[in-house]
């Protein structure tokens, strides 16, 4: 019975190259993020020139987000392993909750966006057609420009803060943290190329804690050395 429970919680253990789900994520959420940005003029023009030679892009920006996201929950929680027995309820609920909530955002202007495209092949006239992409544009860049990167930037700075009241990352990476979290949280720009900013984080931090991570070698701790192994992630 007991080497049953250990061998369950040895598969319950988090791989220590999990936080390539971060570098996941910033890979595909970026693409997706450049693809929308080449494609989608921040100019109104005629609503469907960009339909029609870029629509192919946007399509499979479109198909990669999802994947990005489920990366970003793995990201997530990788993060939240690190924390182990250091995780401070206050902190970590509203790490968490602003992260689902980006998420959720995302989603919805993503799917904005993948509506905005559909509506060119019903057989509709030109004028309601424009009247759809000018509201749908419009929808996406509140969604995404404003609540999104500001739900980013608290996330960001909820994780800042958890990290400088725990230790268990470099001091100089809460700090830089905390800059990039004020620049998404006091930025009125709708620029695509803004987003780029949460992404670029989330691959150093993938970065930083998959090095630590494979530094450590040798088996899985085992119960009474996950206090001494969480006390010796910090950096």
Do not use: C
């Amino acid at each position: 019975m007991r080497d049953e429970v250990s061998s369950t919680r040895k598969r319950l253990t988090t791989p220590r190259a999990a936080a390539i789900a971060g570098i996941a994520f910033a890979i595909l959420f970026s693409a997706s993020m450049v693809l929308i940005g080449l494609s989608m003029p921040a100019e109104s023009g005629e609503p469907g020139a960009w339909v029609e030679q870029g629509g192919s892009r946007v399509s499979l920006a479109l198909s990669l987000m999802p994947f990005s996201g489920i990366a970003f929950l793995w990201f997530v929680g990788v993060v939240r392993d690190r924390l182990g027995a250091f995780e401070d309820q206050l902190f970590s609920t509203v790490f968490f909750g602003s992260g689902l909530l980006f998420l959720a955002m995302t989603f919805a202007a993503a799917a904005v966006a993948g509506g905005i495209i559909a509506s060119y092949t019903l057989g509709v006239g030109e004028s309601v057609r424009s009247d759809v992409y000018m509201f749908g544009r419009t929808l996406m860049g509140q969604i995404f420009g404003v609540y999104a990167l500001r739900m980013a930037g608290v996330f960001m700075i909820s994780l800042g803060t958890i990290w400088l009241r725990t230790g268990v990352m470099p001091r100089w990476l809460a700090v830089v943290t905390y800059l990039l979290a004020l620049v998404l949280l006091l930025s009125f720009s709708l620029s695509v190329w803004m987003v780029l900013v949460f992404p670029g984080w989330v691959f150093v931090i993938s970065v930083t804690i998959l090095i630590h991570n494979l530094r450590r070698r040798g088996p899985e701790p085992t119960d009474g050395e996950t206090a001494a192994s969480t006390i010796e992630a910090r950096i």
